[in-house]
């Protein structure tokens, strides 16, 4: 009796350890949450990505690449891969409608979305109207009106030209300006210059100044009227017995020089005003030099004066 009681003692010792043990069956918990974390980082980095940098998208690939220990799950379809989830394609694929394919030519564009391996059900799309010039406006320039700019004097250019060409000539002395309401008076000084004293035959340095006047004329509309005067002493021989005749001669030397450089003849007229027109009324021999002159008269119109009525 003595002997059997030790032996239950220690049987029930040892059901009692096996009764304390406890195996625990919530162990899956801690690689699940593991597994979720997981998950929620990489749709973290897939949401972060969604506009899509290349060189973002390739160092997160990269970086799958190497925890996963072979290619990116990310690779694009047809790449290699030697990852485990290689041929699952990304979770992505086919979450949404497949991108638009337009003509612009062909009209109103249905869209269908391509059968989803994950993500929602197939979704058709009704017809979509797209802008004839795309989605995005056409540039727009701001039109600059143009301004009609007011035209400088054509009379004040016509002096112009004429100072500039007759510098050249070394003759710039022999002619002087001057505006009155009419238009505008070139006066050419006669003596050494257009003609020898009595005589109504021009001299080579007036060509060269009648030249230049005739050539900055001929594109201007304006009429031009040559007047020829004399000083105050008279004059009496058998080609002029007058001022009236030396004077009206040598404003019609001048008209037919220039229409034989092509001046056109119905802006052209002359008159003589003998000594009657005096610029100087001095009797020194300077003042009467002043006097002696022809001066070709450009008007303020560009319609040439009226021509005398014919004879019938």
Avoid at 96 to 117: N, Y
Avoid at 251 to 268: C, D, I, K, M, N
Wanted: aromatic share 4%.
């Amino acid at each position: 009796m003595s002997g059997h009681t030790p032996s239950r003692g220690r049987r029930g010792a040892a059901d009692h350890d096996e009764h304390e043990e406890h195996v625990n069956h919530e162990a899956w918990v801690i690689p699940y949450a593991d597994l979720l974390t997981l998950l929620m980082a990489m749709f973290i980095a897939l949401f972060a990505m969604s506009t899509v940098d290349k060189d973002k998208f390739e160092a997160v690939a990269e970086s799958f690449r190497r925890e996963l220990g072979g290619s990116s799950p990310l690779a694009m379809e047809g790449s290699a891969s030697n990852s485990p989830l290689a041929g699952l394609g990304s979770v992505l694929d086919g979450a949404g409608p497949a991108p638009v394919r337009s003509d612009l030519s062909a009209g109103p564009v249905t869209t269908i979305a391509e059968p989803a391996t994950i993500g929602p059900p197939e979704v058709h799309v009704g017809p979509v109207e797209l802008a004839a010039a795309g989605s995005v406006p056409p540039a727009t320039f701001a039109v600059i009106p143009v301004v009609d700019q007011p035209m400088g004097d054509p009379l004040t250019e016509v002096e112009q030209v004429i100072q500039s060409r007759i510098a050249g000539t070394g003759l710039a002395g022999a002619l002087e300006f001057r505006r009155e309401t009419r238009g505008l008076v070139v006066t050419i000084v006669t003596d050494q210059v257009l003609f020898a004293e009595a005589q109504a035959t021009i001299q080579p340095d007036g060509l060269a100044v009648l030249d230049v006047v005739a050539d900055a004329l001929k594109d201007v509309p304006n009429a031009v009227t040559i007047e020829g005067h004399t000083d105050s002493r008279p004059i009496s021989s058998a080609r002029f017995p007058s001022n009236w005749e030396l004077s009206t001669a040598r404003a019609t030397s001048v008209l037919r020089y220039l229409l034989e450089t092509g001046f056109p003849q119905e802006r052209l007229s002359a008159a003589g005003y003998a000594d009657t027109h005096p610029i100087d009324p001095a009797t020194t021999p300077e003042a009467m030099a002043r006097n002696r002159r022809v001066e070709v008269v450009v008007l303020a119109t560009a319609v040439a004066p009226p021509t005398p009525p014919s004879d019938h």
